[in-house]
């Protein structure tokens, strides 16, 4: 992904000047000032992609939000326009939360949001209908409203309802919901169901609690995101903490949603993901999310950015497999990479190859473990780097001390690393985990990689490609 806005906010005494960033994200979308969150409303629809994302264009750190609008047709260089969704004031209006998008039967696009008022009224789940004029500017409007209140869940206790996700399933629309479902006074983080009636996005009855979070610690969920996904369903959700992903069947008959595996999404900085689905694909198997970054960059006035697109398949023991989008190759700055390759000892740390110079790079390192037990890894400078860790007989890689299993027994591990100044997304291709990481640090000009086996000895190879933005 790409958003060329260099600048920020810097305080520079009882001053603010606007200077050049050297830690803001140029390949991943942000917002030229403020804050930039939830991606929202992800949909292909009149030959692009549309997505939408929620904002402040004021405070980094927070405020009022309402919903951007950003366009592509290749998901990896983005162009910004006016605000689609604003609070209205005059109506009690404070903020425009989460939702999303489809295509309504007379080709406008119907938005589905949830509106949070002042005042302790409660929230509401609001339809707009946007259409494109002649020059190509979105035009909305907001005039059906509510088409979702809280009396649909009759004398269900339910708090913190929010962030509705359309998805269709046996010819019917449906609509998830996050929340808190409140019994004896504790709260428990839930997904309810919705059914449409009338295809036009205005007609809903509840169909019930979908799902409840296992663990009592997770009092509420936010963006949830159901989906099919080759012959089962998955729930992506984010309950104030790493978003989480359980795979299994849904129960059409009891509308219940009955999972049989679940793992972190992502151990690192990324949450409230959204699925897209590409045109002419049968599966909903495009993840976009947020990456938080404060508070790095809110002292230049900006924070936050869009992770790259991720492809999402299941593997055989039905684990959540992520990979990044081929989009991202648009990047490279040339066609080949710089090469390297080494064998390494279990003696000590030692020096394998001084990376690429730059602030934006694509790393591939390959580690054969045929003939060790794992490996300690280190990417960076004096400035600052990033430790991977592998312990081969338990299966288990570190990044940053952030634990991920990836099977034991591998004979191979693939890290796929890109470093977009302080956004850092890591892929590990063969088990297909993720990490997302905020590092301001690895900024710095050039990086080295250190590294040895433990217990044996480790072939390596790897090839680095200098990154640029578009327009740079």
């Known amino acids: 992904m790409s958003w060329e806005q260099p600048w920020g906010v810097r305080p520079t005494g009882h001053l603010s000047v606007l200077l050049p960033s ?5 390949l991943h979308p942000t917002v030229s000032s403020g804050r930039i969150g939830d991606p929202n409303g992800a949909v292909w629809w009149k030959g692009a992609f549309h997505l939408f994302h929620q904002q402040n264009t004021t405070d980094p750190r927070g405020g009022a939000s309402s ?13 910004r326009h006016p605000t689609a969704l604003e609070p209205r004031a005059d109506f009690g209006e404070e903020h425009i939360f989460s939702g999303s998008a489809r295509e309504l ?3 406008r696009l119907g938005l589905l949001f949830t509106v949070i008022y002042g005042g302790g009224r409660l929230p509401e789940q609001h339809l707009a209908v946007a259409d494109l004029d002649g020059a190509g500017n979105l035009v909305v409007d907001r005039t059906p409203g509510a088409v979702m209140t809280s009396g649909l869940h009759g004398g269900l206790d339910v708090e913190q309802w929010r962030d509705p996700f359309l998805l269709e399933e046996r010819g019917s629309v449906f609509a998830v919901t996050g929340g808190s479902i409140v019994r004896e006074g504790e709260p428990r983080g839930s997904v309810l169901l919705y059914r449409c009636h009338d295809r036009w996005l205005r007609e ?5 609690v979908l799902f409840q979070h296992p663990e009592p610690a997770a009092w509420n969920i936010e963006c949830p995101n159901f989906f099919p996904l080759a012959d089962a369903w998955v729930l992506l959700i984010s309950p104030h903490d790493c978003p989480q992903y359980f795979v299994g069947a849904w129960d059409h008959g009891t509308n219940l949603f009955q999972p049989v595996r679940t793992d972190t999404l992502d151990s690192g900085a990324l949450y409230a993901t959204q699925i897209l689905r590409a045109p002419g694909e049968g599966q909903a198997d495009i993840l976009l999310g947020w990456i938080r970054t404060l ?10 950015c869009h992770a790259f697109p991720r492809r999402l398949s299941l593997s055989p023991s039905k684990t959540l497999r992520q990979t990044v989008d081929p989009s991202v190759r648009q990047f490279r700055a040339g066609a080949l990479p710089e090469k390297f390759s080494g064998q390494a000892g279990d003696a000590g740390i030692e020096a394998w190859f001084d990376e690429t110079a730059g602030e934006f790079v ?4 390959g580690l054969g473990l045929e003939q060790c037990g794992g490996f300690d890894l280190h990417w960076g400078s004096e400035a600052g780097s990033i430790n991977f860790h592998f312990d081969k007989g338990k299966g288990l890689l570190w990044v940053d001390g952030r634990k991920r299993w990836t099977g034991p027994g591998r004979s191979c591990i693939r890290l796929r690393v890109f470093l977009d100044r302080c956004a850092l997304e890591i892929f590990e291709e063969e088990s297909g985990t993720a990490w997302t990481l905020v590092k301001p640090e690895l900024t710095a000009a050039r990086r080295e990689m250190r590294g040895k086996a433990l217990g044996g000895t480790l072939r390596w190879e790897a090839s680095a490609w200098r990154l640029e933005p578009a327009g740079k």
Not at 67 to 79: E, F, N, P, Q, R
Not at 362 to 365: C, F, I, K, R
């Open 204 to 208: 809903w009855t509840f169909e019930g």
């Open 67 to 79: 919903w951007g609008h950003l366009t592509s047709t290749d998901l990896a260089h983005w162009v």
């Open 362 to 365: 694509e790393l591939e390192v």
């Open 295 to 304: 508070p790095v960059g809110a002292s230049e006035g900006w924070s936050g």
């Open 105 to 107: 039967p007379d080709g």
């Open 22 to 26: 050297v830690i803001k994200p140029r």
